[in-house]
C-alpha cells in the first residue's frame, strides 16, 4: 500500500500548479496582477487586441502576419524559460524529469490560465512524426479579421519554439484550420520542415485538416 508520506515533495502534496484560484493573484485597487511567485502578469483587453491587428494590417499590409509569427516566436521563447522554470521549482526537478501526463496537464492549464483558450494535443499521427494542436476559444483568432488564410500566426510562432526547445530539434509550424476562415476549430501541426513542405500548399488550396494530415502521411 502506497503511504501519503511516499506522495509528499518536500513535505506537500503536489498539485496543479496552473490552477486559476492558485496561480493568478492581484489588487483591483491597485490594479495589479500577479503569478502565485510574485511575477507581474499583463491583461490585455479584446479591444486592444483588435486595435493592435487592425495597426498592423494598416502599417504593414501583407507583413502584418511575418511580424505577428516572429513576435510569437520571441514570446515563446520566453514562454518555455518560464514555464519550465516555474514547473522546475515547484516539483522540484527538471522538466524532463516530469511525466508524460505532469508535462499534458501542466501545459494545458497553463494555456487555459494565462486566457489563452483551451489547447489539446493529438498525437494520432506521433508515429508518423507529427504532433497536431487544436485551441478553441483562442481570444488571438478571436479578435483577428476574417480571412480566406489563417490567422493564428502569433500561436503558431508560440508553438513552434516551444516544442522546439522542449525536443531540442528545430521544428516547423503549419496552421491548417482557423475560425476567421469558417473552420470549427483552430488546429496546427507541428513536425521537420522537409516533411511539411507539402503542407502550406495544402492550406492555401483549402483542404480540410484531415485531407492535409492524410496527405502528409502518405507522403512517407
Not at 490560465?113 to 481570444?139: A, K, M, N, V
Request: with cysteine; net charge negative.
Amino acid at each position: 500500500m502506497v503511504s501519503v508520506a511516499d506522495l509528499l515533495v518536500d513535505g506537500r502534496l503536489p498539485g496543479n500548479y496552473f490552477a486559476q484560484d492558485l496561480y493568478v493573484r492581484g489588487s483591483t485597487e491597485l490594479g495589479l496582477l500577479e503569478n502565485r511567485r510574485g511575477d507581474r502578469l499583463l491583461a490585455i483587453p479584446n479591444p486592444l487586441l483588435q486595435a493592435i491587428y487592425a495597426g498592423l494590417e494598416k502599417e504593414t499590409g501583407q507583413a502584418s502576419k511575418l511580424v505577428l509569427y516572429n513576435c510569437g516566436r520571441w514570446w515563446g521563447k520566453n514562454f518555455y524559460a518560464r514555464f519550465c522554470e516555474e514547473l522546475a521549482d515547484y516539483y522540484s526537478q527538471p522538466l524532463a524529469n516530469l511525466s508524460m501526463a505532469e508535462f499534458l496537464q501542466s501545459l494545458q492549464q497553463c494555456w487555459k490560465t494565462h486566457g489563452w483558450g483551451q489547447i489539446t494535443l493529438d498525437i494520432t499521427y506521433r508515429d508518423q512524426g507529427f504532433l497536431c494542436l487544436e485551441i478553441d476559444h483562442s481570444p488571438f483568432t478571436a479578435a483577428a479579421p476574417d480571412s480566406q488564410s489563417p490567422s493564428g500566426d502569433l500561436e503558431r510562432g508560440i508553438l513552434e519554439i516551444f516544442f522546439s526547445q522542449l525536443t531540442g530539434r528545430e521544428l516547423v509550424c503549419v496552421q491548417t484550420s482557423c475560425t476567421t476562415r469558417g473552420d470549427d476549430a483552430n488546429r496546427f501541426v507541428i513536425g521537420l520542415g522537409k516533411r511539411l513542405q507539402a503542407a502550406t500548399a495544402l492550406v492555401a488550396n483549402g483542404q480540410s485538416h484531415q485531407s492535409i494530415m492524410q496527405a502528409l502521411v502518405q507522403q512517407g
